[in-house]
């Protein structure tokens, strides 16, 4: 089957969604003015990206999995060699982690995490979520989704566009579960959880697997929605003005919204009509569609996964101060960021994923 077109709007959304969580992580929302609720709660470019992922995956291999032409096994080794790289380098760079987790855990705890987080496992145990890299525990949730999809994309899908939407909103109302019983049962005892509170369940809720896994078929969905829709349509252009509205406008209003709500699953609608709006041929494709971001937006996997990494590289080793760049931080410390994750996606991404390819081959 001929591979469907690239949808390059998309990838330039990603690097605004990968950039938004650095400055989630490394920054003062207020610096960004209007943008400050945006950045806030940056913490939604996670299940953006995981809708996105469930998405893009149906968009290229929904049609194949139906007819039967989408092989499990290459499938896997093809998202296996594609993220593993990456990952892998990040628990190398996070060994000065080390010392810090076996003294936050007990030694079994700290075992477990050794041997849970190399094999994307880490992020069912709720204290080892975050074990050595914080934003790791994404990988353990979206290698469980890989190995799901191929069952997903083989769904049968309703006929007609009201009954795809009606699924849709099925898994919507399923996602706001979650969030939902620990608002109403408060099992950490936390009277307002914001982004700073901490306890079990609430862990629980943010980095297993489980809670975020209607965000990714949500997105498989979506891509069934999509084939609906022209791609030179006006409706995309209203959809995707309208998930970008609603989306600023909830996230405005988010110190008046349950966190445990907001966090995840209320924002899937808008996220849907924001990668909708961008799927089509328009004035808003086009300008996510403009190459800087697209280029940005290639290497965001590597930018998301690797900045904790980089960015504690760039400061315990000094450069900025011995090169008299410090007055320019934190400004300075993010274009060596994403100049580094582009490092990274060309000089060690896309060489092992050829390499593990080759390797996997010869093994056949």
Same mark, same amino acid.
């Given at each position: ?128 979520? /975050?074990? #050595?890299?914080?934003? =790791?525990?994404?990988?353990? +949730?979206?290698?469980?989704?890989? !190995? &799901?999809? @191929? ?97 600023? /406008?909830? #996230?405005?209003?988010? =110190?008046?919204?349950?966190? +445990?709500?907001?966090?995840?699953? !209320? &924002?899937? @609608? ?95």
């Amino acid at each position: 089957m001929r591979k469907p077109a690239r949808l390059t709007a998309l990838t330039g959304l990603r690097c605004f969604a990968a950039l938004n969580i650095v400055f989630f992580h490394f920054s003062d929302p207020k610096w960004f003015g209007i943008l400050a609720p945006i950045v806030n709660a940056g913490y939604a470019s996670v299940s953006f990206f995981i809708l996105l992922s469930g998405f893009v995956l149906a968009y290229n291999y929904a049609a194949r999995a139906r007819k039967g032409e989408l092989e499990k096994v290459r499938f896997w080794e093809a998202r296996f060699t594609r993220l593993y790289p990456i990952y892998l380098l990040s628990l190398l760079l996070s060994w000065k982690m080390l010392p810090v987790e076996y003294a936050a855990h007990t030694h079994a705890m700290f075992w477990w995490g050794m041997t849970l987080t190399p094999l994307l496992l880490q992020g069912w145990v709720p204290q080892l979520a /975050t074990f #050595l890299n914080t934003p =790791a525990w994404t990988m353990a +949730a979206e290698s469980f989704y890989y !190995l &799901l999809f @191929p069952w997903m994309a083989r769904w049968k899908r309703p006929e007609r566009l009201g009954r795809r939407l009606a699924a849709m909103f099925g898994v919507w109302m399923l996602g706001l579960v979650p969030g939902t019983l620990y608002i109403i049962f408060s099992p950490d005892g936390i009277p307002h959880p914001d982004r700073w509170s901490w306890g079990p369940w609430l862990q629980a809720l943010k980095y297993t697997p489980l809670p975020h896994l209607a965000s990714f078929v949500f997105g498989v969905l979506l891509a069934g929605v999509d084939e609906f829709i022209g791609r030179t349509s006006r409706l995309r252009t209203v959809l995707g003005v309208f998930g970008f509205a609603a989306t600023f /406008t909830l #996230l405005s209003l988010a =110190a008046h919204i349950p966190y +445990a709500i907001i966090h995840d699953g !209320l &924002l899937m @609608p808008f996220f849907g009509c924001m990668i909708l709006g961008l799927s089509g041929n328009n004035w808003l494709a086009t300008g996510f569609g403009w190459g800087p971001l697209v280029f940005v937006g290639e290497a965001s996997y590597c930018l998301y996964l690797l900045h904790f990494n980089l960015w504690n590289l760039i400061h315990d080793s000094h450069i900025l101060n011995r090169t008299h760049l410090a007055r320019f931080d934190p400004w300075i410390s993010y274009v060596l960021l994403i100049a580094m994750a582009v490092i990274a996606l060309h000089f060690v991404e896309k060489p092992a994923q050829k390499q593990l390819r080759k390797w996997l081959s010869v093994w056949k």
